[in-house]
């Protein structure tokens, strides 16, 4: 762990406390492995807000964080250096390294958990703790609260108050570091990557799953282990299905391409779509359809400003692709009334963006207090607004048919302008059809 990160945990530790208060415990699991099928278990990713706090990335670990404890106030359970366990599942930090490497004030083996946390609790009012994330955990807590409540006297007594620490936390993540800010940088220069290597091998006749095996490839290749999320890779009519994943379709000519694909780097996520033609040539209809959707992306990304709203993001895209789709004969009737109708949503059905961090959806309330929550610098978002047009649907011409378009992008909300992380990828129709089949074989 190099010098930078670990002092940010440590102050991102410290902040934490001074948000929960004295009297309180905050208790966090790195999150369970799963079974995917039989023996073979899901590759482990840990628990994002585990992570955020003590940059600790193995399976069967708890941190607690004792705000004015004596003894140290940030201690870890993890799993105990065994070298034939490790021979099979690799090697592990144990207690030492995570006093050493990762800045524990104290480390126990995940042994003493039973006989350690009741203690911890023990004068403590309340407990942090992210209830109902995992069922298990949760009764593990429940256990250690009894076994304090009979160990203490009257007087003490276990914690009366549980609190789930989603908002003293999450409020705290949307505000992105200089540190955080670098590594999301990072997954999208190397989404980037992926993307533009994905256009440039397109072609007819090829799989959606060949596709996606060019991204993987890149996403590997420069140091991404994982996607942030399952790739979508959707032709022709799929490219309607929002979160479609299937990726076995063959790509004809004629068809749009939809890939909403990121890379996760060092734990941050990415979020990027592209929608380009498989031949290289955009349609007259599908031609109209994209350039209304990169309009209403870029009315939205002008709104990205200190002082604005997700609102105000989600109103700008709103109104272009209702007056665009008016334009188009679409939609028919005054602009204002479809608004206020939502007639727009038959054609634009999800919302404009998401935060965007350690979570590819990241965590953070979207409004405060019933108003919408005001954007700042350190905020990091995406917008992707999008147009779908189902076959078959009456009054609507056939050359809009399965027509499916989105473009997402990754945006640094900074004390002036904007900063689109992804601007590197292509999304005029000019530089996409420049650039799509060029590495075709």
């Given at each position: 762990m190099d010098v930078q990160h670990k002092k940010e945990l440590q102050q991102r530790r410290q902040r934490?406390?001074?948000?929960?208060?004295?009297?309180?415990?905050?208790?966090?699991?790195?999150?369970?492995?799963?079974?995917?099928?039989?023996?073979?278990?899901?590759?482990?990713r840990v628990d994002s807000d585990f992570y955020y706090l003590t940059g600790f990335s193995e399976p069967e670990s708890i941190a607690v964080l004792c705000p004015g404890r004596a003894r140290g106030e940030f201690l870890l359970f993890c799993r105990e250096r065994k070298p034939k366990e490790e021979m099979w599942s690799g090697e592990r930090v144990g207690p030492d390294g995570a006093r050493d490497i990762f800045g524990a004030d104290q480390a126990f083996p995940m042994g003493d958990t039973d006989k350690i946390l009741p203690r911890l609790m023990k004068n403590r009012t309340r407990v942090i703790h992210a209830m109902g994330r995992y069922p298990a955990f949760d009764q593990k807590i429940i256990g250690w609260t009894k076994a304090t409540g009979a160990r203490s006297r009257k007087s003490i007594g276990p914690p009366s108050e549980f609190v789930t620490f989603d908002q003293l936390l999450h409020d705290m993540r949307l505000l992105k570091s200089p540190y955080e800010i670098d590594l999301i940088r990072e997954a999208a220069a190397i989404s980037n990557r992926a993307h533009r290597q994905a256009m440039e091998v397109c072609r007819p006749g090829i799989m959606e799953y060949h596709i996606q095996a060019e991204l993987t490839h890149q996403f590997i290749q420069s140091g991404s282990h994982f996607p942030a999320y399952?790739?979508?890779?959707?032709?022709?009519?799929?490219?309607?299905?929002?979160?479609?994943t299937r990726n076995d379709k063959m790509l004809e000519d004629g068809d749009l391409l939809l890939i909403d694909a990121g890379a996760e780097y060092q734990?941050?996520?990415?979020?990027?779509?592209?929608?380009?033609?498989?031949?290289g040539t955009f349609t007259p209809a599908q031609r109209d359809i994209y350039q209304l959707v990169l309009a209403a992306q870029d009315a939205a990304i002008a709104k990205a400003r200190p002082g604005n709203n997700w609102e105000d993001l989600h109103k700008a895209a709103v109104r272009v692709i209702t007056e665009g789709l008016v334009d188009l004969g679409l939609l028919k009737g005054r602009v204002e009334k479809l608004i206020k109708k939502k007639k727009y949503k038959k054609f634009f059905m999800h919302y404009t963006g998401h935060w965007l961090g350690l979570d590819v959806h990241d965590v953070g309330k979207y409004s405060v207090d019933r108003r919408w929550r005001t954007l700042e610098p350190g905020m990091v978002i995406t917008i992707e607004p999008g147009i779908y047009i189902r076959d078959g649907r009456k009054k609507i011409p056939t050359k809009w048919w399965d027509i499916g378009v989105r473009i997402e992008d990754n945006i640094l909300i900074t004390k002036s302008d904007p900063d689109v992380l992804t601007r590197a990828l292509p999304r005029t129709i000019d530089d996409i059809e420049a650039l799509v089949g060029q590495g075709a074989a």
């Open positions: 934490f406390m001074q948000r929960i208060g004295a009297g309180s415990i905050a208790i966090l699991s790195s999150g369970p492995t799963h079974v995917r099928n039989r023996d073979v278990e899901y590759p482990f399952p790739p979508i890779v959707a032709s022709g009519r799929n490219a309607r299905i929002l979160h479609y734990y941050y996520a990415s979020d990027i779509t592209r929608t380009f033609p498989v031949n």
